[in-house]
């Protein structure tokens, strides 16, 4: 079951006159379960592409599918749907609120819809159980450190139950230690719970866990390769 289709999709930026081609007649399918890394030097698209993908931004031509919708021509506030009911987010800088507890970070995103409070609550406390954070429930981002902050990320991504979780650079802000602890984390949830990664990633270590690795270079896909998991 195709979970992402990109259709002959190109991405322009016109800061001033001048046009910035970004991605250029992508085609692309995403399966479910697959665990995929999109990777390349900078400027190669790599992160347009993830933004696309995720809603965040629209392309300049060709269709992107999302779990067989058409993102073509949506309007912001169906987008915003798409990506509240569909896909989890985790970027390399956290993202979470400094404010708010690793519990109330998590939680926070279930405030998005109506749901009951009682197993939202079960739920955010199993899922930071789940991903190493058991009894750091009640720190804040800054009493935790960088590893347990991606962490806490993880679940917020996961809270909704997302058929798509999109992680741009994940392991970018963290020693090789660390990142590997994150991206070990992460293919137990793709394995366990079918959930479909796509990274976007320059780190080779990220590389060896992907099953399929997509290389990008000036906005064009110049390979696509499968491993055998």
Do not use: W
């Not at 058409?70 to 169906?78: C, D, G, V």
């Not at 959930?195 to 290389?215: C, W």
């Amino acid at each position: 079951m195709a979970i992402v289709e990109c259709k002959n999709v190109s991405k322009e930026y016109k800061p001033g006159k001048v046009v910035v081609p970004a991605l250029k007649g992508i085609n692309l399918t995403i399966e479910k379960g697959e665990f995929t890394a999109i990777v390349g030097p900078s400027g190669s698209g790599k992160t347009t592409l993830l933004n696309l993908i995720g809603c965040l931004d629209t392309p300049t031509e060709g269709e992107i599918i999302l779990n067989g919708i058409s993102i073509k021509e949506q309007k912001k506030n169906q987008l915003a749907d798409i990506r509240r009911d569909n896909i989890g987010f985790v970027f390399q800088t956290f993202n979470l609120i400094p404010v708010l507890t690793a519990f109330e970070n998590v939680e926070f995103v279930l405030t998005l819809k109506e749901y009951d409070k009682k197993n939202g609550r079960e739920l955010t406390l199993k899922l930071l159980e789940r991903v190493g954070l058991k009894g750091m429930e009640n720190r804040k981002p800054s009493e935790l450190s960088g590893g347990q902050q991606q962490r806490v990320a993880i679940a917020r991504a996961l809270i909704k139950s997302p058929s798509l979780v999109l992680a741009d650079e994940p392991t970018a802000n963290l020693d090789s230690k660390t990142g590997e602890s994150i991206m070990k984390l992460m293919r137990d949830l793709n394995e366990k719970d079918e959930v479909t990664f796509i990274f976007s990633t320059h780190d080779e270590m990220v590389m060896k866990f992907a099953n399929r690795i997509v290389k990008l270079h000036d906005g064009k896909i110049v390979d696509d390769s499968r491993r055998k998991k």
